[in-house]
């Protein structure tokens, strides 16, 4: 099911949604097909296994350990993948959907604007890592150790984010409100800002910033850095979405 399919009222980004999709996706291999047994157990297993990666790394955690903090057996956990490598596809793949999804999906109004629509880019990313942490913590932690497929997978999800940060920042700078030289360079620069938030969620949870004020700031920041011959603004009204309740965070 597609985010914009989504049942209003339904957090789109909720682990029993995104577990939904999962099982859309890989219907080919899962061998239970009725949602109402699968959905509840590959939530179970993918909580579990985001769970117990950020404690030991997802190459030290046994499938014996995840059978256990799931509370599934071993056979169990085998009616749904086949090896740690497609429990790890399946991650990944959710993320790099879910992303590409929202992220492509502007609203009509915003996308007509080049700065709105930078802003909206941002606010949206930053809110949508808030609603899915374990999952864009365990991507961006985890890569390292991710076998050689899956470690270009990562990397062409973080890349995709900067093709299109660098087609809004090309959009801005052929309509004058933009003012830079090296655009896949500047879109570089401002994904780790969009990161920052959820790999260092704890340092700003102890100095009290909220997600409006991160948000804030970096459309502040990238403003500064990117205004053309028109006068920065505040954070459009377009780009404080919702992540909770709709298709497009």
């Not at 590959?42 to 499938?63: M, P, V």
Request: glycine share 6%; hydrophobic share 40%.
């Amino acid at each position: 099911m597609g985010l914009a399919r989504q049942r209003p009222g339904t957090n789109a980004f909720a682990m029993d949604v995104l577990c939904a999709r999962i099982l859309e996706r890989h219907r080919d291999s899962v061998r239970v097909q009725k949602p109402h047994l699968a959905v509840p157990n590959l939530t179970r297993i993918i909580g579990a296994t985001l769970t117990l990666s950020n404690k030991h790394g997802f190459h030290a955690t046994t499938l014996r350990q995840l059978a256990e903090a799931s509370g599934l057996s071993m056979g169990g956990l085998y009616t749904y993948f086949d090896s740690k490598p497609t429990l790890l596809s399946m991650i990944l793949g959710e993320v790099a959907e879910t992303a590409a999804e929202v992220l492509n999906q502007p609203p009509a109004d915003v996308k007509q604007d080049a700065r709105k629509h930078l802003h909206w880019i941002i606010a949206t990313h930053v809110r949508m890592s808030e609603a899915m942490q374990p999952w864009f913590v365990f991507c961006f932690m985890e890569a390292k150790s991710f076998p050689p497929a899956e470690r270009q997978r990562a990397i062409e999800m973080e890349v995709m984010t900067e093709k299109i940060i660098a087609g809004v920042l090309r959009q801005g700078v052929a309509s004058g409100v933009f003012a830079i030289d090296q655009i896949t360079l500047t879109a570089s620069l401002i994904k780790p800002l969009l990161q920052d938030w959820y790999v260092k969620r704890a340092k700003y949870r102890r100095r009290g910033t909220s997600i409006e004020a991160y948000i804030n700031a970096v459309c502040a920041l990238v403003d500064t850095a990117v205004a053309g011959r028109t006068r920065p603004g505040r954070v459009a009204s377009g780009s404080r979405t919702r992540t909770r309740q709709t298709a497009h965070p």
